[in-house]
């Protein structure tokens, strides 16, 4: 069974908006990452906040952990056409950190 | 330039036919890992190492094969492929250090369709 799911599935917005996803999970976890897709491509690292932290910026992404909800959210501030990707959340599990997890994504669109 | 490289990144096989899917990565990363991609279930590990020599099952491991000989080089074995095996395969690296993970380096994929 998959450790990450991210909420919402998909996601439409117009440029200058911000984008929020979410990921929860279900067991306890070393850290978890974000990474995006673009269209069938290889993934890309965005962010990696570690369980002992709460909050990570980077650019124009905000991610915040609160692992006793067990969940992650990744906000995109301003978002630009660019941003148009699938992003997934991936946790390694406390026990067994070899062992990543990726949720299904959540689909995001940005018109102009 | 740092990367993790995929051959072959097409391959359309019958049923039965053995086939291997390279994956090598110039980063002297210890930690490299092969996942699949299907609509909907996301990426779902098949099998990770964490270094020369040392391998281990990821959720889904049933008809596959890895070996770990060299650090560069990880590659994915379908012994006898079944549609079912049909999917986006990425390869992945990263550094290794303590007991959690790090940023991994993805290859471009492997689209592989098994008729």
């Known amino acids: 069974s998959q450790q990450g799911e991210e909420d919402p599935q998909a996601l439409s917005i117009q440029e200058g908006e911000n984008a929020t996803m979410n990921c929860s999970y279900k067991?306890?976890?070393?850290?978890l990452q974000w990474y995006r897709q673009n269209s069938g491509r290889g993934l890309v690292h965005l962010i990696l906040?570690?369980?002992?932290?709460r909050e990570k910026h980077s650019g124009r992404l905000r991610v915040t952990l609160d692992t006793s909800k067990k969940s992650s959210s990744l906000l995109i501030t301003a978002s630009r056409a660019a941003d148009t990707a699938s992003y997934f959340c991936?946790?390694?599990?406390?026990?067994?950190?070899?062992?990543?997890?990726f949720g299904a994504g959540t689909q995001v669109v940005v018109t102009p | 330039e740092a990367q993790v490289t995929q051959n072959p990144r097409y391959l359309i096989t019958v049923t039965g036919k053995k086939l291997t899917v390279t994956c090598s990565q110039n980063?002297?990363?210890?930690?490299m890992s092969w996942y699949r991609q299907d609509p909907g279930l996301g990426l779902r590990q098949i099998y990770y190492?964490?270094?020369?020599?040392?391998?281990d099952k990821g959720d889904v491991p049933e008809g596959y094969k890895v070996s770990r000989k060299e650090k560069r080089n990880f590659p994915l074995i379908l012994e006898s492929p079944s549609p079912n095996q049909t999917s986006l395969y990425f390869c992945?690296?990263?550094?290794?250090?303590?007991?959690?993970?790090?940023?991994?380096?993805f290859g471009p994929g492997t689209r592989l369709t098994v008729t």
């Open positions: 067991t306890s976890i070393n850290n």
């Open positions: 991936a946790t390694d599990r406390g026990d067994s950190w070899g062992k990543l997890q």
């Open positions: 906040i570690r369980s002992n932290e």
């Open positions: 980063m002297n990363h210890e930690y």
């Open positions: 190492s964490m270094n020369v020599e040392v391998t």
């Open positions: 992945a690296s990263s550094f290794r250090s303590g007991t959690s993970s790090y940023e991994q380096y």
